[in-house]
């Protein structure tokens, strides 16, 4: 298994490479789409990065992706501009899923 990055930005993708994860730069949602349903077919793989942008760009599909329980798994990352969560996302994701306030 394996990791593999799909990213909106060269940086992103230098600096992945640079700890050994392979990965493609697009822009624009039929390449996001086309790339996404290659991850979906290599047997291969593990984990899928994913920038916080290209995310934005195919929510529902990414949801229908992370809902079928089979790898690999999709994590959505921050890119160079840094993450557009909110400072407390991990707190409130938490709150919002077992209903206990930490």
Excluded: W
């Excluded at 822009?27 to 290599?42: F, T």
Aim: hydrophobic residues 40%; charged residues 30%.
């Amino acid at each position: 298994m394996r990791f593999y990055l799909i990213s909106d930005n060269v940086d992103t993708q230098k600096g992945m490479r640079l700890a050994g994860i392979e990965g493609v730069v697009v822009h624009g949602y039929e390449e996001v789409m086309r790339e996404m349903d290659a991850c979906m077919a290599d047997g291969n793989l593990g984990i899928v990065l994913i920038t916080e942008r290209l995310a934005e760009i195919i929510p529902e599909r990414l949801d229908k992706f992370k809902r079928t329980g089979h790898l690999p798994l999709i994590v959505v990352i921050p890119d160079r501009h840094g993450t557009k969560r909110s400072p407390d996302s991990i707190t409130r994701y938490v709150r919002d899923a077992i209903g206990v306030k930490i």
